[in-house]
């Protein structure tokens, strides 16, 4: 059994990382729930940066715009090629 009052520490990047793909998540989500094509959405807000691509069913909106763009393509970027070593 684990001790519960042993103190933890987290890494602030892996908690960054799994802020944005728990947004992502979310994201999909409403996009999917309203009938859109969410990875044509999310690579157009990526692409221009017009937060109109994404709806603001469940907030999903202002919870994309919570992370900076830069950091989505970085973390997709990194998933993708981490997988791609995987093959």
């Known amino acids: 059994m684990r001790?519960?009052?042993?103190?933890m520490a987290f890494k602030s990047e892996d908690l960054k990382r799994e802020n944005i793909k728990h947004v992502l998540r979310v994201v999909?989500?409403?996009?999917?729930?309203?009938g859109y094509n969410s990875v044509n959405q999310l690579a157009?807000?990526?692409i221009s940066n017009d937060p109109a691509?994404?709806?603001?069913?469940?907030?999903?909106r202002t919870l994309i715009q919570s992370v900076e763009r830069y950091e989505i393509i970085e973390e997709l970027v990194r998933a993708y090629l981490e997988d791609d070593?995987?093959?």
């Open 3 to 7: 001790d519960v009052t042993e103190t």
């Open 28 to 34: 999909k989500q409403a996009l999917d729930e309203r």
């Open 44 to 46: 157009g807000y990526l």
């Open 53 to 60: 691509y994404i709806s603001s069913h469940n907030n999903a």
């Open 85 to 87: 070593k995987k093959q």
